[in-house]
């Protein structure tokens, strides 16, 4: 199984280390893995040009079309990201714009995603909301959200501080795993 994680966060941090604790995880368990940090990646704007519409690609040169084949080739995708205002983060939400081109080719349909998303609350509509912005991108794609996993954190270390978060993310990433 080859897994792919994409990390929307803008700082080291809660949403990379829970990404890197279930890709580590996922290895030991014969897991081939590949962690993607949007924050070291050039990607522009999509522009609404609509050229993929047309053509199934993107016109815009970035990095972006480094990605795109490490989508493909994966067996499972993570979208991960901080929830901001009950929303993925900015670079995660330009990520998913630029995912248009497999709304038109199609190229990514049936592919398992999971959504990991990290906040400093728990209220329901914030949950709901941002893993929703994920699920949304995964529909119009015709991928398969297949799992979801929110945890509350604010400051940078929370996550690794706090055992039963580290346990949460053991547990679920075993469930992928196996099923």
């Known amino acids: ?6 990390c929307g966060s803008p700082r080291r941090g809660n949403t990379e280390f829970i990404l890197k604790r279930i890709l580590t995880k996922a290895e030991e368990l014969g897991a081939r893995t590949e962690l993607v940090l949007l924050r070291e990646k050039r990607i ?3 522009n609404g040009c609509l ?3 047309f053509t199934g690609e993107c016109n815009i ?6 990605i795109y084949p490490k989508l493909k080739e994966a067996d499972l995708i993570i979208l991960g990201s901080p929830n901001y205002f009950s929303n993925v983060s900015g670079m995660m939400k ?16 049936n592919k ?5 998303v990290v906040g400093g609350t728990d209220k329901p509509n914030t949950i709901k909301n941002s893993i929703k912005s994920i699920e949304l991108a995964v529909d119009w794609t015709e991928m398969s959200l297949i799992g979801d ?4 954190g604010e400051g940078p ?4 501080n706090d055992p039963e978060s580290i346990q949460k993310i053991d547990e679920f990433t075993e469930s992928l795993i196996s099923s």
Do not use: H, S, W
């Open 61 to 66: 040169r970035d990095d972006m079309q480094i």
């Open 1 to 6: 199984m080859k897994i792919v994680a994409i």
């Open 94 to 109: 330009n990520f998913i714009d630029r995912l248009n081109p497999f709304y038109t080719n199609k190229k990514l349909r």
């Open 149 to 152: 996993l929110y945890l509350v």
């Open 112 to 116: 398992k995603v999971v959504a990991v």
């Open 157 to 160: 270390q929370d996550i690794e």
């Open 44 to 46: 522009e704007f999509c």
């Open 51 to 53: 050229n993929c519409d």
